[in-house]
């Protein structure tokens, strides 16, 4: 079980949990393709905060989900969330040279490389949530419904359609509507998944806090959202790991863009509230995910 009295060791727990995971679980750079499977490693073992997987973890331990199960939903969720990073970066896309303090996929290893690892890992996602041996003791209807739920949230009505109108946007003034409707795919949708594939995999969740729990993630997605457009205008490559300013000078429709920072500030605080109030609807112990709410809030409130 999580320890939800010191958030802080916990999160570092669960990150080093994921790592050593992913670890074992991702192909060595020994075998071949060698270069593809290094650039994947590269990708997914380089750290970042690991809301994601965090998130799997955090959900599935309020419902007594079994520890040993919620691994390979992590890591799957994890892989997808890389995947997008590494596409998301390259030159077609956002042309990004800098990740998490260090230089992106394809700068590292070419464009090419890139491209097949973040096809590789979307792959390697679903591969193992089909047939890792340690998902046997769930119904096979569970474990289909793990698949469905993280191949949504990656699709055409989730990240990667999300993606699609972030690009179709460039150089247009989106309705606040409109912006919330990008994000809650390019980046909520696979924080939704997260919370729900830790739910899926415990027998104790029933209708209301299945539905609850879907409403917490939805505003703690748009939350995220709205911290990261504010940190691109307001923080520094160093801080962030990655170019910031990058949304500003790329033109893109962005809460900072439509609203200022002021009133940005002001959403993402709404949206940090119906997080809450969602949450608490749920009951049990909700301290982790309490202190994650607010984790995501002030990183710039």
Not at 106 to 126: K, M, N, P
Not at 166 to 182: A, F, P, T, V
Not at 267 to 295: C, M, P, S, V, W
């Amino acid at each position: 079980m999580i320890d939800s009295s010191n958030f802080n060791a916990s999160w570092s727990a669960l990150q080093e949990q994921l790592q050593q995971q992913l670890d074992r679980l991702l192909p060595l750079a020994t075998q071949p393709p060698t270069r593809l499977h290094d650039a994947m490693r590269y990708a997914c073992l380089d750290g970042g905060k690991r809301l994601r997987a965090v998130l799997v973890y955090a959900c599935g331990d309020l419902f007594s989900a079994d520890p040993d199960v919620l691994h390979i939903p992590a890591c799957a969720v994890e892989c997808m969330h890389a995947y997008s990073l590494i596409h998301d970066d390259m030159p077609a896309m956002d042309d990004d040279k800098l990740r998490r303090g260090r230089p992106t996929v394809h700068v590292a290893y070419d464009e090419g490389t890139a491209l097949l690892a973040g096809d590789a890992l979307q792959a390697f996602a679903i591969e193992i949530l089909c047939n890792h041996q340690s998902l046997d003791s769930l119904k096979t209807q569970t474990q289909l419904e793990l698949v469905s739920t993280l191949s949504r949230a990656s699709g055409s009505q989730g990240m990667a359609g999300g993606q699609g109108i972030d690009i179709e946007s460039i150089g247009k003034q989106l309705s606040l509507s409109e912006l919330k409707m990008m994000h809650e795919k390019k980046t909520g949708a696979l924080i939704c998944a997260s919370a729900m594939m830790g739910a899926i995999c415990s027998e104790n969740v029933d209708t209301e806090q299945t539905a609850n729990l879907l409403k917490f993630a939805q505003h703690l997605g748009l939350l995220f959202q709205i911290t990261d457009d504010i940190l691109d205008e307001t923080s520094t490559d160093q801080a962030l790991g990655k170019t910031a300013g990058k949304d500003k000078a790329d033109d893109k429709p962005t809460y900072i863009s439509l609203l200022g920072l002021e009133d940005s500030r002001k959403q993402a605080q709404l949206h940090h509230r119906h997080a809450q109030a969602y949450l608490e609807k749920i009951g049990g112990d909700i301290e982790f995910l309490t202190r994650l709410n607010q984790f995501v809030l002030t990183r710039v409130c």
